[in-house]
Structure formats: structure tokens, C-alpha cells
């Protein structure tokens, strides 16, 4: 069974800081993809990046990086010199085809940047 | 403009008065998905859908049933409603081929059962 731990409940920073949200994963597929998403007070969910299994690169998007490592199917996330818009509950997810593409969610990362 | 558009929002009910939350895509997408998010829980599958007539259990139906006679609506029905089904619901829908992807999820509807 896939599993997606996100030990992280809470994160409390001062604006500019750095923050890594820690992601873990568990699956025995070979082809799987990961991903993370933002949710915002306002409660919509926001997709903020896909990883496939066979991709394991690292990919920075503006504050955003991400380090996929399958050593130890790990997918953190960081943000670089955090902002107050920053502050959201991070979901990391798994899924792969195998469970007709059924999203397994972690139980997210509650980051609060205070100004 | 591409979306899954979800309704009501927000819905405060009484035990046992059965509901529909509606779900509804226009990007012609053939999969189709109802989670739920509870604080501490993260966001559990309900059902998924991958085409029309064809729905299957994710990990927490109980409770819960949901129909997929047009492509497009994915309705889901609580017969009767009760208060551990509280919670925030989101739908989601893809190309099957592009589930891999990632999804288009809807807003969310925020059910109290009282």
C-alpha cells in the first residue's frame, strides 16, 4: 500500500526566512508521481508541482524548490525567504497507476509566516 | 473558462436528510473523484469514476453513494446523513490519460451535519 508521511503538523516562521517542508513517501511501484498542493484559508486546493518517478531532478519555480530524492523517498519542499502569502496548510501526494490514479494525501504541513 | 464548479459551497443539514452535492466539468473528462479533508486526516478518497456507468469505491464510502450517467456531473448523495460525515469535500476530474498528471479540483463544499 502507498503512504505519504508528512511529519511536519505545524511551522511557524518570520518572514524571510527559509522554511523545507518535509515529504516521505511509501510505494512499491516502480512508476509512480508525486506532487504537492496548496491550500490557502480561503480552502481551494492549488497544484504547485508533479514529479515522476523516473524524473529526479531537482526543479526550482521562483521562492519554490523542490528535492525529490529516491534513496529516501523523499519530495521536500522549500521556500526561500518566505512571505506572509506564504501561509497555508502544504499537502505531498502519491499516485500511480496501479491505484487507478487515486491521489494518497499526506496529512499536511500547517506553515504560518508571521511578518 | 476550465473548471470543476461544486455546489452548495457551504450546506448545514439535520441527521438523516438526504443531500446531494453536485459536481459538475467542463473539460470533457472522463475521470471523475470525491474526497473528503478532516483536520488531522489529510484528504481521503469516497468514489472515483473513470467514465460514464463506471464508478468503483475509493477508501471511505461508506455512507455515501454517487451516479455517473453524463460525463460531465458526478453527483454525490447522502442518504442519510450523519454527523461523522462533517467535512469538507472537494471533487476532482482529468483525462484519464493525463490522471497521472495531477487533477482540476473543484472548490469545496463545506458540510456541517448537525
Known amino acids: 500500500a502507498q503512504k505519504v508521511t508528512q511529519a511536519q503538523t505545524e511551522i511557524s516562521v518570520v518572514e524571510k526566512e527559509d522554511v523545507t517542508l518535509d515529504c516521505v513517501y511509501e510505494?512499491?511501484?516502480?512508476?509512480?508521481?508525486l506532487f504537492w498542493y496548496k491550500q490557502p484559508p480561503s480552502g481551494e486546493l492549488v497544484f504547485l508541482i508533479r514529479r515522476n518517478s523516473f524524473d529526479e531532478q531537482n526543479e526550482i519555480s521562483g521562492r519554490y524548490s523542490w528535492n525529490f530524492q529516491k534513496s529516501t523517498s523523499s519530495f521536500n519542499f522549500t521556500i526561500t525567504a518566505s512571505q506572509v502569502v506564504d501561509s497555508a496548510v502544504y499537502f505531498c501526494?502519491?499516485?500511480?497507476?496501479?491505484?487507478?490514479?487515486?491521489?494518497?494525501f499526506g496529512k499536511g504541513t500547517l506553515l504560518t509566516v508571521n511578518p | 473558462e476550465a473548471q470543476v464548479t461544486q455546489n452548495p459551497r457551504y450546506l448545514i443539514t439535520v441527521t438523516g436528510k438526504k443531500l446531494t452535492v453536485t459536481c459538475s466539468q467542463n473539460m470533457n473528462h472522463e475521470y471523475m473523484s470525491w474526497y473528503r479533508q478532516d483536520p488531522g486526516l489529510g484528504l481521503r478518497q469516497i468514489y472515483y469514476s473513470m467514465n460514464v456507468e463506471v464508478t468503483d469505491k475509493g477508501d471511505v464510502p461508506e455512507g455515501y453513494k454517487v451516479s455517473r450517467k453524463e460525463k460531465r456531473n458526478f453527483p454525490l448523495i447522502l442518504e442519510s446523513p450523519s454527523p461523522n460525515q462533517t467535512s469538507l469535500y472537494f471533487c476532482?476530474?482529468?483525462?484519464?490519460?493525463?490522471?497521472?498528471?495531477?487533477?482540476?479540483f473543484g472548490s469545496g463544499t463545506r458540510l456541517t451535519v448537525v
Open positions: 501526494a502519491l499516485s500511480y497507476g496501479g491505484s487507478n490514479y487515486k491521489l494518497t
Open positions: 510505494t512499491r511501484d516502480t512508476t509512480y508521481y
Open positions: 476532482a476530474s482529468s483525462l484519464v490519460r493525463e490522471a497521472a498528471y495531477g487533477y482540476t
